[in-house]
């Protein structure tokens, strides 16, 4: 049979290229919409998607035959393709850029024989019977009953936000949800921001749920994971997925409930490719399916809290812990009027120094903090005034100790530490400030000097949790008690339940209250509130459980409300100040970023789109601002810059963009602009 069927197939093709969302080919037969094919293109066969009936202008002895059709994998559903083609509009990427890079890699390897047989496989494990017994529900809180009611109520699609202080039981909540959605012969996607939360959710949810088929997606997983995990949600035979930003792009043909965990969390924003938010998207996915998203977090989002108080999302409340645990008290450190330590010093106060010795005493558990890992963020000469900068970044490279390694968090660039000063020959090079390593160090010497040798140490952050499985032992090993003082990043301070720690201890949080971002403070208050609720969650250790906040500003109102645990003034004081200045969620922005080897590059290709935008908008609604560098003006030897655009109306913003964006790309293809790439960022989270 001859090819004579025009169809319109989307193949990852980048926008810069010139080719248009879709491109026309032809088929022997007709084909369903979402149907996966193999298509030439160039030198190269691709993945495709049959994205609907071929409308080109082409004459049909211009266009290529499909290679192959794909005919034993279901097509990708109308409400999956109704998704992506949202997301690539409003996050200005192409259709098929993105509608092929959201398919599991492992799928763009494989002919339709080696499918066959993945699918034959996938079937014959899910037809074997899972034996087990599902753990019973505990009874829930009157607290959580009433939520549960107000929750089994909704019959809309109206967005659920649940606002519940850490400790609360919003796992519970989700739980009942994912039952009642299971109990209805639908399916059921729970997202959660970070890797390392994943297993410890899946097994809560597995536990529950025995005898239901449950998968796992994230970046973590082998690509054949991934790609078993992804049909099994597609063909409907998984019951629940769980999964990180990505898995809200998986196809789920009987989705009736999404939660979105910590929804707060800026992990569910991508930012690399196409820009998207999945929370954004998990609220647009719902009512495309009729299906219930659920919002749950401690500390909301201003842009969700916001949209609470309007009425556009139902908020409901678990002000209190389970069991009558008590919130940490949270006790502030004025450290103007601490000693001043001339020597080497250490990052904590005598005070704090006495609260953890005290914990240990008792056979309790401490966590410390700090958004710094390596041992200092930089090394200095005294004599000359050299300091370990990385020559392919505006930024300092981190001093290592424990493999003696200067090391760019940016580029990667990685040199053994110098043995002298190399300008001027110095063998004096000191380090400057500190990072989670040399903390570390530090409380061991404070704690055995006082013949407390036996006192245990841990650091968890991303040095000390390279290898597989070492995230998993090194958790293992506080929750089975084996830990005194646990010291790390922001990794330690999100939803872990640790049952022994009674003490947090954030150690330098105050470089966020007066950062030229407008989101720092938010991002600050969800962090500590966060690493908080690591403190006191077993009833048995609840009433002496305390945050100390270490700050040299401790009058600053944030700290306030943080001591009160009260997130609604929080967010009204920071709302009331958006509006004023006419911030977001007020405004909507988008971001456009040039790179370059050369500064003066960028600045021309971002003076010349400015200029283009002049004759774009008509409205006046839509304000572009001058570029600027980016914070870490050059990475890598690139140079970095950025211009903002604003609006108060976002139908405003989106017409702009969609005519902007076309211009750019043609911008580029003219070739008078040295730029290695650009790209439009659409809400982003950094300014």
Known sequence: MTASVRLQVAVDTPQHAGLGDVLDYLSEQPLSPGTLVRVPLGRRELLGIAWSDGAGELADSALKPLTAV????????????????????????????????????????????????????????????????????????????????????????????????????????????AARTL???????????????????????????????????????????????WLAAHLGLADLVLGTRLAIFTPMPRLGLIVVDEEHDPSYKQQEGARYSARDLAVYRARLQGAQVLLGSATPSLESWQRANEGRYLRLTLPSRIGGALLPRVRLVDMNQQPKDRGAGTALSPPLVEAIRARIARGEQSLVFLNRRGYAPVLHCADCGWKSGCPHCSAWRVFHKLDRTLRCHHCGFTER????????????????????????????????????????????DADSTRLKGSLEAQLGAVHAGEVDVLVGTQMVTKGHDFRRITLVAAVNPDSALFSSDFRAPERLFALLMQAGGRAGRSAEHAQGAEMWVQTWHPQHPLYAALRRHDFAAFAADQLKERESAGLPPYAHLAMLRADA??????????????????????????????????????????????????????PALQRFLAAWVPALHELRRSGGHKVLRWAIDVDPLAI
Request: charged share 20%; net charge neutral.
């Open 417 to 460: 530490v110098p043995r002298a000063c190399p300008e001027c020959g110095n063998l004096d090079i000191a380090p400057i400030g500190r990072g989670t390593e040399r903390l570390e160090e530090q409380i061991g010497m404070l704690l055995a000097s006082d013949g407390g040798s036996s006192v245990r140490v841990a650091r968890i």
């Open 183 to 229: 109990a209805a012969g639908r399916q059921a996607l729970v997202l959660v921001p970070e890797i390392n939360l994943t297993p410890q959710l899946e097994a809560r949810f597995t536990a529950r749920f025995a005898g239901r088929r449950i998968v796992s997606l994230h970046s973590g997983m082998t690509p054949a994971q991934r790609l078993r995990g």
């Open 70 to 177: 794909l005919g034993d994998l279901p097509p990708l559903d109308a409400a999956w393709r109704e998704l992506v083609t949202f997301a690539s509009g409003y996050y200005q990427r192409g259709l098929g850029e993105l509608a092929l890079s959201v398919l599991p890699p492992e799928l763009h390897k494989l002919d339709g024989s080696q499918i066959a047989l993945r699918l034959r496989k996938l079937h014959k494990a899910m037809a074997q019977p899972i034996e087990a017994r599902p753990d019973q529900p505990p009874e829930p809180s009157a607290e959580q009953a009433e939520v549960l009611a107000r929750l089994d109520a909704v019959t809309d699609a109206t967005p659920v936000l649940l606002h519940g202080v850490t400790g609360s039981g919003k796992t519970e909540v989700y739980l009942h949800a």
């Open 597 to 650: 080897r050369q500064v003066d590059a960028a600045q021309a290709f971002l003076d010349a789109a400015a200029a283009l935008a002049g004759g774009i908008d008509a409205s006046g609604m839509v304000s572009v601002y001058a570029p600027v560098p980016l914070p870490v003006a050059r990475v890598a030897g690139v140079e970095r810059m950025q211009m903002l655009v604003e609006s108060v109306s976002r």
